[in-house]
């Protein structure tokens, strides 16, 4: 079965620092995608940035970025520079290639200082 | 181009009662997720459509059923409601090809709020 864990039910950031939440999967295919999506308070969920298990190279969005590791089963997002529009749940998500059925973690709540 | 949409945005219903909300995906896109998002269970798969056909299904009772028209549009429906039921259902779109390979990027729809009382 597929399963997606995030540890971290809450994360505090000082604006303008870097964050990294984290994210460990589990899945039986070797052909698979990896995303992570944020939730505002509005609700909307909106992709951050998404990464081919083929890839080796960590996948990079402004200021965020991946730390891929496969054999791990790792799959952490950091945050530069975070900004007070940062503030939202964070959910790692991953589907199998042909599977068709997205899997969410239960999501990491991301909190940033003024 | 306009976004997912989702209708209706909040519903309440009393137990027993059926509900029936619906899903208009990105313009293009083919492939139709329902999710069904609750403080205690997080986002859980419920289905997914392409080209009017179901390729998976989460593991919700059969009281939860969906359909994909050919203009891709979806509706899911839930009969015989049970408090348990209220959550957020979201929809998601993702382009995909011909292959139809579901690793396209899903863009989420604002959500539909039920409330079952």
């Known amino acids: 079965a597929q399963t997606v864990t995030q540890s971290q039910p809450e994360m505090s950031v000082q604006e303008a620092e870097t964050v990294t939440l984290s994210c460990t999967y589990d899945t039986s295919e070797s052909d698979y995608y990896l995303f992570w999506y944020k939730q505002p308070p509005s609700r909307q969920m909106i992709l951050v940035i998404r990464?081919?298990?083929?890839?080796?190279q960590n996948a990079t969005e402004n200021r965020f970025s991946v730390n891929f590791q496969k054999a791990a089963k790792s799959f952490s997002l950091k945050i530069s520079d975070s900004q007070l529009g940062d503030a939202a749940m964070y959910f790692c998500a991953c589907i199998n290639t042909g599977g068709f059925k997205t899997i969410f973690g239960a999501g990491t709540r991301l909190f940033v200082k003024a | 181009k306009a976004g997912v949409t989702q209708t209706p945005r909040y519903l309440i219903k009393t137990r027993g009662q059926q509900v029936t909300l619906s899903c208009s995906p990105i313009?293009?896109?083919?492939?139709v997720s329902w999710y069904q998002q609750t403080p205690g269970q997080g986002l859980q798969f419920l289905f997914e459509y392409f080209s009017e056909t179901q390729r998976n299904k989460g593991n919700f009772p059969g009281r939860f059923s969906g359909r994909q028209f050919s203009n891709s549009r979806s509706e899911m429906n839930v009969s015989t409601l049970e408090l348990g039921d209220s959550a957020l259902y979201l929809c998601a779109s993702s382009l995909q090809g011909d292959a139809g390979t579901s690793t396209d990027t899903q863009y989420f729809g604002p959500g539909t709020r039920l409330t079952v009382l």
């Open positions: 313009s293009g896109h083919r492939s």
């Open positions: 990464q081919e298990a083929y890839k080796q």
